[in-house]
């Protein structure tokens, strides 16, 4: 009897034991409300502010997702992805979700550009384009020595171009380099920091409108002809001809290659190397005054309606259409957003591919003439004012 009491009692300890691991051990799998295991989704805000309760889904299930609560100021909402980059898995505000057999983090996609703010340029000038670069935004005025500096898009700095009665049209950099040039001549400029710029010379006098940096080049365009130029630094000049006469007014770099579009037409040009170009044709005969590149895509937008244009490669395009007719003049990406300004109002849009857009509306009534994007926030400049803008 000894014996067998001394077994029951080992039994019963084994039984105490195990119930108390059992008791000490959450091992059990998430569960839906119905008893079924299930996977959690986690809402994460990406840069946003408040809160959002994981949803909890049963494997094998479909829910749409809980409706998005995060804020961001400057920015719109524009659905969830799997990765936060949003280089994944896109979701929309509240899509129909399947739940594999594990949870998932979503990641809120933000598009700037939904909210500008007020800013004002040193002086009122005709202001024409815009830059980022080194932690500086840079602007540049027709007829005159009128350049700004600001580190942020709010406090601007009066700086002065070396030409007199010079017509800046455009400004870029790349490799620690500021580059401007202008139209009607053979002028541009330089600069290390957007303060102390020094005169350079174009290889011909001509309607320079257009410049841009890519691959260890600056890339140069004109109005009204064949002229393009190219320079490793923006000294150093080697004149270059587009495949056709037309009124060449924007050119960008991407994945490779420039672009550069015409006023008027469907001309369109390509070159791995700024030296040897391509015809294009853009899809419909517009004002194509701006091109740009993000994302893995060139977006193009014309003056006097609501043509846009896209293109995976500069050479194969697709017509589009901006929320409303305008004369857009300016067109940059950042941050996973396309964004383009209007002359002669307050219309903007912002679009996160270029193919779906929606309107926007900058702080004033203005002739909006250029916009660019640095440091998470975009800067638009006007003609003929002091008026500038930032979002966020």
């Known amino acids: 009897m000894r014996r067998r009491r001394l077994k029951l009692s080992r039994v019963f300890g084994f039984l105490t034991w195990g119930l108390l691991v059992v008791a000490l051990c959450d091992c059990k799998l998430p569960t839906s409300s119905s008893g079924t295991a299930a996977g959690t989704i986690v809402f994460n805000a990406t840069g946003g502010i408040g809160s959002m309760s994981n949803q909890s889904i049963a494997v094998g299930a479909t829910a749409n997702l809980t409706s998005n609560s995060f804020t961001y100021t400057g920015y719109s909402f524009n659905g969830w992805n799997t ?9 929309a505000n509240g899509a129909s979700y399947t739940m594999g057999s594990s949870g998932v983090t979503l990641y809120a996609q933000w598009l700037g550009g939904a909210t500008w703010t ?3 340029l040193p002086s009122s000038a005709n202001w024409y384009s815009v830059t980022y670069g080194n932690g500086t ?5 027709d007829g005159s020595t009128a350049a700004a500096t600001s580190p942020d898009g709010i406090t601007w700095t009066a700086r002065s171009l070396p030409t007199s009665s010079t017509n800046w049209y455009s400004v870029t950099y790349g490799n620690g380099t500021f580059v401007a040039v202008a139209y009607g001549g053979a002028a541009a400029a330089t600069s290390p920091d957007g303060i102390t710029w020094t005169a350079r010379t174009l290889p011909s006098s001509a309607n320079w409108f257009s410049v841009t940096y890519g691959n260890g080049t600056f890339v140069a365009v004109a109005y009204g002809g064949t002229a393009a130029a190219t320079s490793p630094d923006g ?6 001809t587009l495949p056709s006469s037309a009124n060449w007014y924007s050119v960008t770099y991407g994945n490779g290659t420039f672009v550069a579009v015409a006023d008027g037409s469907t001309a369109a040009a390509t070159s791995p190397d700024g030296i ?12 194509w005054f701006s091109v740009t590149y993000g994302n893995g895509t060139f977006v193009a937008v014309a003056y006097g309606g609501a043509a846009a244009a896209t293109s995976p490669d500069g050479i194969t395009w697709t017509a589009r259409t901006l929320p409303s007719s305008a004369l857009w003049l300016s067109v940059t990406y950042g941050n996973g957003t396309f964004v383009a300004v209007a002359y002669g109002g307050t219309a903007a849009a912002t ?5 779906t857009w929606t309107a926007r509306t900058l702080p004033s009534s203005a002739n909006w003439y250029s916009v660019t994007y640095g440091n998470g926030t975009f800067v638009a400049v006007a003609n003929g004012s002091a008026a500038a803008a930032s979002s966020p």
């Open 276 to 287: 040897t170009w391509t015809a294009r044709t853009l899809p419909s005969s517009a004002n």
């Open 235 to 240: 000294i150093t000049w080697t004149a270059r």
């Open 137 to 141: 935004f840079v602007a540049v005025a």
């Open 83 to 91: 990765i936060a980059g949003g280089s994944g898995t896109a979701y």
């Open 351 to 355: 679009s996160p591919d270029g193919i």
């Open 118 to 120: 007020a800013r004002t």
